[in-house]
């Protein structure tokens, strides 16, 4: 149900934007920020379960990069039959997929080629060299095995220019990262490695900046298997250190040699549930720890949070609403181009508001059980 309720959403917003009207209503959006190399692309690879992501030890990550998780159900199961005649006639969806919003309709199932258009489209924009664009590059993963969530990767935090990146790019990726995480309804994915001080977090600091209650930023810990031996993140964890409204989560990814020794994904996510419930120190917490707890509660916050929001959403889809009906009566008989276009939207806006209405009524009690 909850995942209902984000696909619908997720639904608006594309189909506004297939008519050229972008962002209609200020969707919650999850926003990953931190310093270069403290591990970004490493959570948000994790949390999908696939590998997709460039990666390297520089500035990778050059454009934000808005990537949309689809939890579509998987294929029903169907008698031998059935399944056989399905592959004779090669039909059969797979059963997940890549899809960019610059390559409508092309479906994406092999990830390394996935992470080949990223990079492709990143130096089509920005150059070989190490600059950076604003210009967000758009992916949508749909897949049974993801929850439906919407992550924004941004470029890292760097203090140093190197080759012959401009003298203030600091402060361009400052800038853009800030454009994301000032939206009030965006939710802050602030990623430090766990054996680097907290207080000398870029990422915490700037989700400081604009979030100074730490309302609607999460913490993620990462490399804590690589924290000196006798020390642990347990004071941070229990908010003694820079306290979080809603927390801290600590992970383990695939270091450097997992990478290269290409070491899978489900590898990964066994050795950290092994390690958490093997340590000393999170063993008795364990189930408050590691990349699965911190996709539930990515989770649980976006469904939270788009229950804070529903009467601005809803009265904006009103005032929408209202205006295209004018425009639609201003066109009279003569409807030509523009009043196909108003119709279309017209017609997804009536489609939403039903449906919409339908799941809120309908599930008014499991919204309210957080
Ligand atoms: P990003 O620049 O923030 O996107 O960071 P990456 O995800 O590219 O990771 C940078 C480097 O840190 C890579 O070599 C990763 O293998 C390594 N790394 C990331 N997270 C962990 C972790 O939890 N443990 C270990 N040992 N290495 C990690
Ligand atoms: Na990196
Ligand atoms: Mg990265």
Known sequence: MDATLIRTINRLQDAFSTVGVHNPVDL???????SQSSGKS???ENIVGRDFLPRGSGIVTRRPLVLQLINRAAAASTSDDDAKKDNENDKKEPEEWGEFLHQPGVKYTDFNLIREEI???????TGKNAGISPLPIN???????????????????????????????????????VKYITKPNSIILAVTAANVDLANSDGLRLARDVDPEGARTIGVLTKVDLMDAGTDVVDIL??????????????????????????????SLEGERAFF???????????????PYLARKLNMILMH????TLPEIKAKIQAALAKYVAELATLGDGMAEGAGQANIVLNIITEF??????????????????
Not at 256 to 265: A, C, G, H, P
Not at 279 to 291: I, L, R, V
Not at 305 to 308: E, W
Not at 353 to 370: A, K, Q
Request: charged share 25%; with cysteine; proline share 6%.
């Open 353 to 370: 508001c039903t449906e919409f209405r339908t799941i809120i009524d309908g599930n008014s009690t499991d919204l309210s059980s957080f």
């Open 119 to 125: 990079v492709r489209d990143t130096e089509a924009k």
């Open 139 to 177: 992916l949508r993963i749909y897949s049974p095995h993801v929850l439906t969530l919407t992550l924004v990767d941004l470029p890292g935090l760097t203090k140093l220019p190197v080759g012959d990146q401009p003298k203030d790019i600091e402060k361009q990726i400052r800038d853009m990262i």
């Open 42 to 44: 490493s959570v948000l």
């Open 277 to 291: 419930e093997n340590h000393a120190a999170y063993k008795s917490k364990a189930q408050y720890c590691g990349t």
């Open 305 to 308: 949070h788009i229950r804070n």
């Open 238 to 267: 229990a908010g003694r250190v820079i306290p979080l409204r809603l927390g801290y989560v600590p992970v383990v990814n695939r270091g450097q040699r997992d990478i290269d020794t290409k070491k899978s994904i489900n590898k």
């Open 28 to 34: 919650p959006q999850i926003v990953v920020i931190g």
